[in-house]
């Protein structure tokens, strides 16, 4: 076998193992979590034009994507798998790209290690079997690096070049946030390169020129996106991914290390964040070393692209919002690893020796990010189990049954409810006395012989009795006769209180004045 042939067939078959991977975990029927319910209902109950302004829940997607989810749902139905086969395909979509991105940058033998660490991602893996964008979002940064890529460099007719260029960037724009960052600092990178190192203007114009109509439409779309209100905590739930507000220099230094180590440990899953730092700069250096200045420039550019975006508290570089940056964090990690195997290579002693070193630390950084993904694949993470509660609830109701919600598993009850046909008379919450209303109780279970109090996990500052205080309350009005526990670690749980039955009342904590009267929404 050629080693042309032997290339294509180790990294088809590695592209089929990560697609395995992300099919295992895509096809296991899980719940839908928070978030995930929360775009459902809003692609449920919005038409295309409604989904380019604010979305219910406090929910931010690109219009691109939501556009696409809504066709989806229109034409093949709600059900978890088939919202979620988008982010399987964007994910599918991510080894490919990452293949013949990997392969343009550093070589057939580097696009091996590329791919397979892309296989092995187990942020990817979570995000392919997800009813977000994030998939799309890792998806759409590799195919603006490698239309770039082809921009400046390859050989042909310039304006089928261009127009692949402008197609590409203007649907990246489209479907995710992040690929104006992306291709912001691409665009950057090239011209720096393109001006300082090379002084080829014309390249440099055909890349301003190229990039033009994605950055204005980038550009409109994130003007229209930050007129939204955002997540009423919006900061506080990226602690590590915006330094504090009024940042020094002092303050910003002090942060990147904080940014830096929460971003290893998820979306990019490995262990060390001092180490993964050593082996990106050495994969930089090893794409300078072997001229590789375009693809040097490129990725120098997304990162600072992605710091200033973070520094400048636009776009938070932490958890599910920075799985944009896995396919060049991957290629670059790669291009070290090939670069130590070259090391490694030489009749030097010295050269070896510090292949060697570069390879046990890659071993001990990525070690975590192996085992996270085996068992992401073998046994999904799930979120939120409250669709399966629903499910057992609607299986075991009798006539009389009614189903009150916890307040915050209101969209729980409102995407699932109509699926099972449950009677959800209302939300249950806890108030001070001085604001309480027993009537909205005595109204929701009127007539009713048993009633189900169900919750999913928790997505709430709610003290950790706050559901055991309910049930309490619940009680002094019948007996509580079945439950099913509540997991130790917290989630979805169901208490079945029959109304006929003469009351029972069980101890209430005491959670303070604010939690002390039951009242139904």
Same mark, same amino acid.
């Given at each position: ?43 449920r109950s919005m038409s295309y034009g409604e989904l ?117 960037? @203007? ?9 104006? +960052? *992306? &291709?912001?600092? =691409? !665009?950057? $990178? #090239? /011209? ?71 971003? @290893? ?9 001092? +180490? *993964? &730092?050593?082996? =990106? !700069?050495? $994969? #930089? /250096? ?144 806890l108030f001070p006395d001085d604001d309480c209303q ?84």
């Amino acid at each position: 076998m050629s080693s042309r042939a032997w290339w294509w067939t180790a990294t088809a078959a590695l592209v089929l193992a990560g697609t395995a991977g992300q099919v295992l975990a895509w096809v296991r029927d899980r719940a839908f979590w928070g978030d995930e319910l929360y775009i459902a209902i809003n692609l449920r109950s919005m038409s295309y034009g409604e989904l380019t302004g604010p979305l219910a829940y406090s929910q931010a997607a690109p219009v691109g994507w939501l556009f696409g989810e809504k066709f989806v749902y229109e034409t093949l139905g709600g059900g978890e798998r088939i919202l979620r086969a988008p982010s399987l395909v964007a994910g599918i979509v991510t080894l490919v790209l990452m293949a013949a991105v990997a392969r343009r940058a550093i070589g057939r033998a580097g696009a091996l290690v590329a791919v397979a660490l892309t296989a092995m991602s187990p942020g990817l893996l979570y995000y392919a079997a997800e009813l977000k964008q994030y998939a799309v979002e890792a998806a759409a940064a590799l195919a603006v690096l490698l239309v770039g890529d082809v921009l400046v460099t390859s050989t042909g007719r310039r304006w089928w070049r261009i127009a692949a260029f402008v197609a590409v960037t @203007v649907l990246a724009v489209s479907i995710s946030f992040s690929a104006l +960052l *992306v &291709l912001g600092g =691409v !665009v950057a $990178g #090239l /011209v720096v390169q393109r001006a300082v190192a090379t002084q080829r203007w014309r390249d440099v114009a055909v890349v301003v020129a190229g990039a033009a109509p994605a950055l204005a439409f980038g550009g409109f779309l994130a003007v229209r996106r930050l007129d939204q209100p955002l997540v009423p905590n919006h900061y506080d739930l990226f602690r590590t991914g915006f330094p504090p507000a009024d940042a020094g220099p002092v303050q910003l230094a002090s942060w990147l290390p904080r940014m830096w180590s929460g971003f @290893v440990e998820w979306p990019l899953g490995w262990a060390v964040p001092a +180490l *993964v &730092l050593l082996a =990106v !700069v050495g $994969g #930089l /250096v090893a794409l300078a070393v072997r001229g590789r200045w375009t693809w040097f420039a490129m990725l120098v550019g997304i990162w600072a692209a992605a710091l200033a975006g973070a520094a400048t508290r636009q776009f938070p570089l932490e958890d599910r919002l920075a799985a944009y940056l896995l396919g060049p964090t991957l290629l670059t990690l790669a291009a070290a690893i090939d670069g130590a195997v070259r090391l490694a290579l030489r009749r030097d002693i010295a050269a070896r020796v510090v292949a060697v070193v570069a390879a046990v630390a890659v071993v001990v950084a990525f070690a975590p990010a192996a085992h996270a993904s085996y068992t992401q694949a073998t046994h999904p993470r799930y979120r939120d189990a409250g669709g399966d509660i629903l499910t057992e609830v609607a299986a075991r109701l009798r006539p009389g049954d009614v189903v009150l919600m916890y307040v915050f598993s209101r969209p729980l009850g409102a995407w699932y409810g109509p699926r099972y046909k449950l009677p959800i008379v209302g939300h249950a919450d806890l108030f001070p006395d001085d604001d309480c209303q027993p009537s909205s109780v005595d109204a929701a279970l009127a007539g009713a012989k048993r009633v189900w109090y169900v919750h999913g996990a928790k997505y709430s500052g709610h003290p950790a009795g706050f559901h055991e205080r309910v049930v309490a309350m619940l009680s002094t009005r019948g007996r509580v006769v079945d439950a099913r526990p509540q997991p130790a670690e917290g989630g979805a749980s169901w208490v079945l209180i029959d109304l006929t039955a003469p009351p029972q009342p069980l101890p209430a904590p005491d959670l303070g004045p604010q939690f002390s009267c039951l009242r139904v929404r």
